[in-house]
């Protein structure tokens, strides 16, 4: 079985600062990560993925990822933050066998000036 | 090439209604994933389908649901006697592959709400 925790629900910070979304996840097997965006009412956007190689991750708009097999972790990492990041992001983990993702709870991101 | 589609976007139903949620993959893409997010509550999976096979239904409610992926056409999520705990936003993913390393990628959702 798998699982996602994400430690934080809402996570507020000033524009400019940096920030960390936690996530923690749980596999008796080897997992393939992913980190999600959600703007309001809108679907789910792909931000970045680990698959294998590099555990060091980056999107194309700043935010980096590392997978750290040991902590069993995957935090979302950002320097500056700008008002535009201001959305929900999830954490997901799917393994080898699996078809499908599973889902954390979600962390609330809400920069302002 | 256009991304998932869904709709509606937002569907309203009485309780006892049966509530029809559409969705179309992208193009080229024959994997079809049905998620549903509840209120304060991340995505919890309900469905997997290929065209015209169920693959897996691991988190689908035994009662009340169903969901078809036809040779043609969209991929159909099915409620039937809606209730109130039914109320929350569906959404659909696609890829192109079944394999666990291919992104899925997410449709806008359909959020239903039940008076």
């Known amino acids: 079985a798998q699982s996602v925790t994400q430690l934080d629900s809402q996570v507020p910070v000033f524009e400019e600062a940096p920030v960390e979304l936690r996530c923690n996840y749980s596999s008796s097997v080897s997992v393939y990560l992913f980190w999600y965006v959600q703007y309001p009412n809108q679907g789910l956007q792909l931000l970045l993925k680990y698959l294998s190689g590099s555990t060091l991750v980056e999107s194309i708009n700043g935010f980096e990822a590392e997978f750290n097999k040991s902590q069993t972790s995957f935090h979302l990492r950002k320097p500056s933050v700008h008002i535009s990041d201001t959305a929900e992001y999830f954490c997901a983990v799917t393994s080898v066998g699996y078809s499908t993702l599973t889902f954390g709870k979600g962390t609330m991101l809400l920069v302002s000036p | 090439n256009a991304g998932v589609m869904q709709n509606p976007r937002h569907l309203v139903r009485r309780r006892g209604q049966e509530a029809r949620l559409r969705c179309s993959p992208m193009k080229g893409h024959s994997h079809v994933y049905w998620y549903r997010q509840l209120p304060e509550e991340g995505l919890k999976f309900m469905v997997y389908?290929?065209?015209?096979?169920?693959?897996?239904e691991s988190g689908m409610p035994k009662e009340r649901f169903s969901a078809e992926f036809p040779k043609e056409g969209p991929s159909i999520l099915r409620i039937q006697q809606v209730v109130r705990g039914d109320s929350a936003a569906y959404f659909c993913?696609?890829?192109?592959?079944?394999?666990?390393?291919?992104?899925?990628?997410f449709g806008p959702g359909t959020r239903l709400t039940v008076l």
């Open positions: 389908l290929q065209k015209e096979n169920i693959i897996d």
């Open positions: 993913a696609s890829s192109p592959q079944r394999e666990a390393t291919d992104t899925q990628y």
